[in-house]
């Protein structure tokens, strides 16, 4: 049994019931769109798991610090994971009384708990790790990023690029509209 997959007791099949669970789920990397999220540590999760009558609801959080690169300045930068758990899980025969209505629902709408009873959380954790983890992680609000010419980083001062006359004549030379320069509007 693995560290995030839980043996559901049976005092929980059992209307209404609640159980708490909780433990460390060790993921040392994590891909989330470009971006490569490395953790040094465990990170810390709990479940809430509630018999609904026809379903496990599953609520909880997963915390923990994540590392990648900044996507303007390629610099590491950490973020502070605080990830809302969320599954839904029909028992047994509640299971099978949508098959019938399938195509109004949804077929990947309602998980089934395994008639094991095991229920693995780390799909629920990841993505709750994908949905809190930031569009565009950055180092610092006002990143500089790097320079196009050179590649040095701007955060660490102006790489003098720009200062090149051959480089400004070549560049003006190069733009589509370097034609409208010397026009007057009116």
């Not at 990397?29 to 009558?53: H, R, S």
């Not at 399938?102 to 095991?118: A, K, S, Y």
């Not at 720009?162 to 070549?170: H, I, M, R, T």
Request: net charge negative; aromatic share 8%.
């Amino acid at each position: 049994m693995s560290e995030t997959t839980i043996k559901i007791p049976a005092e929980l099949f059992a209307l209404a019931e609640s159980s708490h669970f909780e433990g460390a789920y060790d993921l040392p990397e994590l891909a989330i769109g470009p971006d490569d999220y490395v953790f040094a540590g465990p990170l810390a999760w709990q479940v809430d798991i509630t018999n609904t009558g026809s379903a496990l609801l599953v609520e909880g959080s997963i915390a923990g610090e994540g590392t990648c690169a900044c996507s303007r300045c390629l610099e590491d930068v950490s973020h502070d994971f605080q990830g809302t758990v969320e599954g839904y899980f029909l028992i047994g025969d509640a299971g099978n009384a949508f098959d019938e209505d399938e195509e109004e629902i949804g077929e990947d709408e309602f998980e089934v708990l395994p008639d094991d009873h095991m229920l693995d959380l780390a799909p629920l954790l990841q993505a709750a790790l994908v949905i809190d983890a930031p569009d565009m992680p950055l180092c610092r609000e006002d990143c500089a990023g790097l320079c196009p010419q050179c590649g040095a980083n701007l955060n660490e001062g102006d790489c003098g690029c720009g200062e090149d006359p051959e480089l400004a004549a070549f560049e003006q030379e190069a733009n589509p509209f370097s034609a409208l320069a010397n026009f007057k509007f009116e």
